[in-house]
């Protein structure tokens, strides 16, 4: 019974953590603007949280970078389990253009486990909403 | 006061300090000097014709030799002041003296290059990663990167 609370309150409510690991700022603003009143994403109980420790799904834009890598890594690991990561933007993808140069790590997955990629140079917040649900439709 | 009276003034008055004077381009003044003559130089241009503003400090690997291009402007023109420091013993002087913003340009160029700036005010590294080797220098030509073998996620 409280097991199937508990999901359906992370289902139903997931908070999210908004992590800049070396983007340019443009998936940041279209993140954004998904959470502002237009898109609302709050209609599927997203809520932005300001600390790991209360969030559950960690929204990452931008490859990492060589200076980011340990601290991406110290802030998923205060995530409480269970918790999924979204990789945002085509930077966080592959690395993108930035894949190979000396001061970047690449995509997210090469440091943490990837749950959802979300594609787009940056990406539209119909697909930010579309990523999100499809993770949620899929921790049912 | 035109770029052309300044050339003449600048060729005129400081002829011992520098090796060459000239006008590349409508507007944009090239000067040659020597390492040792930089601030004289530098502190000339700042007090004379008010060349306060340093755009930025680029740097260029020759092979045998690094160049420093410092990118001076006032009012009514610019003008770059060149030198040469040999690859064997890259060492500039520091400018902050009479430029002090010229402080991040100069930690940039020690990260870049591996230049040794002299009397710098404060050497920390600027940009590249805390965990970044000593040693090595990503802006040198022949600086090679070994990639990281990537990982792919659930295999092929």
Request: charged share 20%; with cysteine.
């Amino acid at each position: 019974m409280i097991e199937r609370l508990v999901h359906w309150s992370r289902v139903k409510s997931p908070w999210v953590l908004h992590l800049n690991t070396g983007a340019c700022n443009a998936c940041d603003i279209e993140i954004l603007a998904a959470l502002m009143p237009r898109f609302d994403l709050e209609r599927f109980g997203i809520l932005l949280k300001g600390t790991p420790r209360h969030a559950d799904v960690i929204v990452c834009t931008g490859p990492i970078t060589r200076q980011n890598r340990d601290r991406v890594v110290r802030i998923y690991e205060q995530v409480p389990d269970p918790k999924f990561v979204v990789a945002v933007g085509a930077c966080a993808m592959s690395g993108c253009v930035y894949r190979g140069a000396y001061n970047s790590c690449g995509g997210i997955d090469q440091v943490l486990p990837v749950n959802a990629y979300i594609p787009g140079c940056p990406i539209r917040p119909d697909a930010l909403i579309d990523g999100v649900v499809k993770l949620l439709n899929s921790v049912k | 006061m035109n770029p052309e009276t300044i050339l003449e003034t600048i060729q005129r008055d400081i002829k011992e300090k520098i090796m060459e004077a000239s006008l590349s381009a409508p507007r944009r003044i090239q000067v040659r000097v020597q390492r040792d003559q930089l601030n004289a130089v530098l502190a000339y241009l700042k007090q004379q014709f008010a060349f306060t503003h340093l755009g930025t400090i680029s740097g260029n690997d020759l092979g045998e030799n690094f160049e420093v291009v410092y990118h001076l402007s006032n009012a009514v023109t610019s003008v770059n002041v060149r030198i040469l420091t040999p690859r064997s013993s890259p060492k500039i002087p520091s400018i902050c003296s009479v430029i002090p913003g010229a402080i991040l340009y100069e930690r940039e160029l020690q990260d870049m290059f591996g230049l040794v700036v002299e009397n710098i005010p404060d050497p920390r590294p600027l940009l590249l990663a805390d965990d970044w080797p000593a040693g090595q220098f990503p802006l040198r030509k022949d600086w090679q990167y070994e990639r990281p073998a990537e990982v792919i996620p659930g295999g092929e």
